[in-house]
């Protein structure tokens, strides 16, 4: 089994790939290398060019003609900047997307993995969400996720590919191995700020708490990225019993099934680290929202996949990333 992987030098896509290779499935890589970093993608067939590069791709899948799924986790991720730049993240998220699909079929290479977001829910009340759940995508960024989950729903029905969209809820952490993770090593989540303030002095500030949530801090379900990982590969491995002429596409939720409110983030520091971090209140800020936690039934039932890694344990393992980041760079 081989699979492409896209956007495979980047945080998720280079974990997928450290798991599908420790389970024997042989991967071959492309990535612009625009956020993505070259050394995770040393020994794995790594191709650094565009997905939106017709060319390209195809000697790429003309080198790789037994490939037998893609996963497809090439994107601009950054909410922030997509409000601020919306026709770039259409262009970057959907438009290549259409592209490398396009070039997909006219290969004949019918399986696709999709990576997707739980941006896509409302998220207004820090309860569980089901596949089922309303979507009310609040962002560019979140949009593209919902435009393409579509593209490849239609797409399937028209037979052109089967497909599953796995909708990641709140990636953290790192390779236990410490071989990959993110590339910047205080990101802009929740984590990503608590590691800022406390490198900083400063105090972490709780954006809003009076939230429908257990504290009234706003509550996520953050799963640690090779849980994550390891559900691409089960979906690989079950791709044919997932999926048939009959349901030729799937959505999958992949989080934990908990929520943890941010106050519970900030305890999880403190365990990890063994020190108090000092924290403020303050108001919410426009567009919060309360968050949602995964219901994880479909995983469970049609992949056999369940997180099995703790919020303690991305703490931990997001710590040690960030301190061999400043050795590698």
Known sequence: MKVLI???????????ATACIEAGIDTVLIDDLSTGRR????????????????????GVLADHPDITAVIHCAARIVVPESVADPLGYYDSNVGKTIVLLQSLRDAGIARIVFSSSAAVYAGESGAGVDESGVLAPSSPYAMTKAMVEKILEDAATAGDFRAIALRYFNPIGADPRLRTGLQNPTPSHA?????????AGEPFSITGTDWATRDGSGLRDYIHVWDLA???????QRFDEVLSEDIPYQVINLGTGEGVTVRELVAAFERVTGEVLPVVETARRPGDQAGAFAIVHRANAVLGWRAERSVDDGVRDALAWAATLRTLD
Do not use: P
């Not at 896209?6 to 896509?13: F, L, N, Q």
């Not at 050394?39 to 195809?58: P, S």
């Open 191 to 199: 984590l990503g700020m608590i590691m800022r303030a406390k490198a």
């Open 39 to 58: 050394d995770f993608g040393e020994g794995r067939g790594l191709y650094v060019g565009d997905i939106a590069d017709r060319d390209f791709v195809a």
């Open 6 to 16: 896209t956007g495979g030098a980047g945080y998720i896509g280079s974990t997928v």
């Open 230 to 236: 390891l559900a691409h590969v089960a979906a690989v």
